[in-house]
């Protein structure tokens, strides 16, 4: 299991989605959706706990996502 960040290459708003979605080796979308379903049935809750960990969660670093692109 990789370490958690935030993507640089796979965000709409803030690269967790993305970063969680690689973490866990699942679609990115899926995530999203799940986030975004989960976010209204909690009332806000999932909306809150997703902005405090877009400001924990660090970006990811520059070596990270160059890696997958030396292959052609």
């Known amino acids: 299991m990789t370490k958690l960040f935030r993507s640089?290459?796979?965000?709409?708003l803030t690269?967790?989605?993305?970063g969680l979605a690689?973490?866990?080796?699942?679609d990115a979308t899926?995530?999203?959706l799940l986030v975004a379903v989960t976010?209204?049935?909690?009332?806000?809750?999932v909306a809150l706990i997703y902005i405090v960990?877009?400001?924990?969660?660090?970006?990811?670093?520059?070596t990270s996502f160059t890696d997958d692109y030396h292959s052609f």
Do not use: H
């Open 8 to 12: 640089e290459r796979d965000k709409k």
């Open 15 to 18: 690269g967790l989605c993305g």
């Open 22 to 26: 690689r973490t866990l080796n699942i």
């Open 30 to 32: 899926l995530v999203r």
């Open 39 to 45: 976010a209204v049935f909690s009332f806000g809750t």
């Open 53 to 62: 960990a877009s400001l924990i969660v660090p970006k990811e670093p520059i």
